[in-house]
């Protein structure tokens, strides 16, 4: 009898070849590499704000309120893209507010997929009645507008930023249970699954070593479009003072602290939201390339 097992030797040229083969389709997708580049230039910038950043974000210089950005009349290259109403920098505020966007789209992936993962599990693979009450709370979330209950579960918990990322990803965790779930009752009954339960695979070692490792390709796409949503959301909730708060530099409620200076100091409205549709759009072209890559229904023969 021959042995059918691979060496570790043997799998690293098979590891690349896969890696070789995802990036060969995402690449196709020029809009996805682009969405990459933008993407990991705002890490970038996140990761090193402290470094980078010409100003300490809180710092008020009363000599500079409402400063112009250097190229208007009135600009000053000691603050390039102006100041805002009490004199903080716009540029040192818009770096490390990238900072707080991306833990926010992170914290909020990480808890709605792990708790999102589990239910949808145990509603694919035990079916019947745990199945029926599961779907049917995720029906009763999903029935209500997402940005309304969220405002309505900060209202509850209290206004700022931990609760306003608890509540984001209670609102997206009814859509990875469906997607979970969905993937689990295609390949519950597969011959492979079937096999290692006859060898005696109890039902944690089927659901979690067995199942989900095939179960995550359209997880991946959706976590990346998950990340996108909960900056979106987060930056509403900001927006409407339910979410972080003043000084905190975060996008949303530096607009929210700007609405009043719309017509006066259009940076101070147009610098924050530019930066929420950067990151959104660069997030959202990856996902359209995670998706190319990762569904096997796209590749092209």
């Known amino acids: 009898m021959t042995d059918t097992t691979t060496t570790p030797l043997e799998q690293a040229p098979l590891r690349r070849g896969r890696f070789a083969e995802f990036w060969y389709y995402f690449s196709q997708n020029r809009g ?12 970038f910038i996140a990761v090193f704000a402290p470094l980078i950043a010409p100003h300490s974000p809180s710092a008020q210089n009363r000599d500079a309120f409402l400063v112009p950005p250097f190229w208007q009349e009135g600009g000053s290259t000691t603050y390039l893209l102006g ?21 926010i789209g992170l914290f909020v992936v990480v808890l709605s997929v792990t708790s999102g993962v589990m239910i949808g599990l145990l509603a694919g693979y035990f079916r019947g009645w745990v199945d029926t009450v599961i779907m049917r709370i995720m029906d009763v ?15 509850i918990l209290g206004p700022g ?17 469906r997607l979970t779930r969905a993937s689990v009752m295609s390949e519950r009954d597969r011959e ?23 179960c995550l390709a359209p997880l991946i796409v959706q976590a990346t479009l998950s990340f996108s949503t909960a900056i979106l959301d987060a930056a509403a909730l900001g927006f409407l003072g ?12 530096m607009l929210a602290e700007a609405r009043e200076f719309i017509l006066r100091a259009w940076w101070v409205v147009t610098l924050p939201g530019l930066a929420i549709l950067v990151t959104v759009l660069a997030i959202n072209l990856m996902g ?11 590749k092209k023969s």
Request: net charge neutral; no cysteine; hydrophobic share 60%.
């Open 141 to 155: 979330i999903l029935a209500f507008p997402s940005l309304l209950l969220a405002l309505v579960l900060v209202a």
């Open 83 to 103: 100041t805002d109403a009490v004199g903080r920098d716009m540029l040192s505020r818009l770096m490390y507010g990238s900072q707080f966007s991306l833990f």
């Open 242 to 253: 339910m979410g972080a708060q003043p000084p905190t530099p975060e996008w949303g409620s």
């Open 161 to 177: 930023l931990l609760n306003a990322m608890i509540a984001i990803a209670l609102i997206l965790q009814p859509h990875f249970v």
């Open 288 to 298: 359209d390339g995670l998706r190319d890559a990762l569904d096997p229904k796209l």
């Open 32 to 43: 996805a590499v682009i969405g990459l580049a933008v993407f990991s230039f705002i890490v």
């Open 192 to 214: 492979y699954v079937i096999a290692s339960r006859v060898a005696g695979a109890g039902s944690a070692r089927l659901m979690f070593l067995t199942i989900l490792p095939n």
